[in-house]
């Protein structure tokens, strides 16, 4: 989930910082 989990984050930071943690959440989950 490492890979996903850095996709996942650049690609929501850029959307916005709370869309981030749902997307670290979901990605942890």
Do not use: G, K, L
Not at 9 to 18: D, L
Request: net charge positive.
């Amino acid at each position: 989930t490492t890979a996903t989990t850095r996709n996942c984050n650049a690609m929501t930071f850029r959307v916005a910082p709370r869309s981030r943690y749902a997307a670290i959440e979901a990605a942890i989950d």
